[in-house]
T-cell receptor, first 114, second 109 residues
Framework: DSGVTQTPKHLITATGQRVTLRCSPR?????VYWYQQSLDQGLQFLIQ???????AKGNILERFSAQQFPDLHSELNLSSLELGDSALYFC?????????????FGNGTRLTVT | LAKTTQPISMDSYEGQEVNITCSHN???????ITWYQQFPSQGPRFIIQ?????VTNEVASLFIPADRKSSTLSLPRVSLSDTAVYYC??????????WGAGTKLIIKP
C-alpha cells in the first residue's frame, strides 16, 4: 500500500460530460502529480502541484484542469470528454517538489468514455 | 528534453539474474536515475534510485558508470512475480519526469 488514495476506482461516462477525479496524497507529502496512461502506453505527465501551488505542467489539455486544496488533496477535472480520454489516470505524491524525489503512486482511476 | 531509451521487452527464467539497461545520453548534471516497476492496472512502484556508481537495496541493484549516460537495473534471482514493466527515469531541466515506454519483462517457469 503506497498510502496514496484515488477515487473513484472506475468511472464510466459519455462523451461531452465532465468528471472529477480525486487524490489523497501520502501523509506528509506536499507534492501531487497527475498522469494519464492509455492502453498499453507509457505514462504521460499532466501536472504537478506543490503545497497548493502549480509547480510544473506537462501535456495537459485545455479541457483538463486540476487543483490542490489546503488539506493537500487534489482533484483533476476533465470536461467535454472525448472517446480518446479513456485511460487510467494516476495520482502520485512525494515529500518534496524536485524531480529527484521518488514518487508514490495510487492505483488509479479507470475512466471509460462511451 | 532528456530522454531515456530501454529495450521494449525481455524474457528470462525463474532463478536467473536479469539486467535491464537504460541509456540517458542527455541527463542533467543534478538529475538522479530512478527505476519503477508497474504491474497491469496498478500504479508504478519505486524500486531504486542512484546518482553514480552502485546502489543496492533489498530488491535490486543499480549500476551507473562514471559518464552517467546509461544505467543498469539488476534483479537477482527473479521469480514469476517479477513479470512487469520496468521504467527508467531521468528528469529534465523543466522539473518534469520523462517516462519512456518501459521494458516489459516476462519471467518464465
Amino acid at each position: 500500500d503506497s498510502g496514496v488514495t484515488q477515487t473513484p476506482k472506475h468511472l464510466i461516462t459519455a462523451t461531452g460530460q465532465r468528471v472529477t477525479l480525486r487524490c489523497s496524497p501520502r501523509s506528509g507529502d506536499l507534492s501531487v502529480y497527475w498522469y494519464q496512461q492509455s492502453l498499453d502506453q507509457g505514462l504521460q505527465f499532466l501536472i504537478q502541484y506543490y503545497n497548493g501551488e502549480e509547480r510544473a505542467k506537462g501535456n495537459i489539455l485545455e479541457r483538463f484542469s486540476a487543483q490542490q486544496f489546503p488539506d493537500l488533496h487534489s482533484e483533476l477535472n476533465l470536461s467535454s470528454l472525448e472517446l480518446g480520454d479513456s485511460a487510467l489516470y494516476f495520482c502520485a505524491s512525494s515529500p518534496g517538489q524536485g524531480k529527484n524525489s521518488p514518487l508514490h503512486f495510487g492505483n488509479g482511476t479507470r475512466l471509460t468514455v462511451t | 528534453l532528456a530522454k531515456t531509451t530501454q529495450p521494449i521487452s525481455m524474457d528470462s527464467y525463474e532463478g536467473q539474474e536479469v539486467n535491464i539497461t537504460c541509456s540517458h545520453n542527455n541527463i542533467a548534471t543534478n538529475d538522479y536515475i530512478t527505476w519503477y516497476q508497474q504491474f497491469p492496472s496498478q500504479g508504478p512502484r519505486f524500486i531504486i534510485q542512484g546518482y553514480k556508481t552502485k546502489v543496492t537495496n533489498e530488491v535490486a541493484s543499480l549500476f551507473i558508470p562514471a559518464d552517467r549516460k546509461s544505467s543498469t537495473l539488476s534483479l537477482p534471482r527473479v521469480s514469476l512475480s517479477d513479470t512487469a514493466v520496468y521504467y527508467c527515469l531521468g528528469g529534465d531541466s523543466n522539473y518534469q519526469l520523462i517516462w519512456g515506454a518501459g521494458t516489459k519483462l516476462i519471467i518464465k517457469p
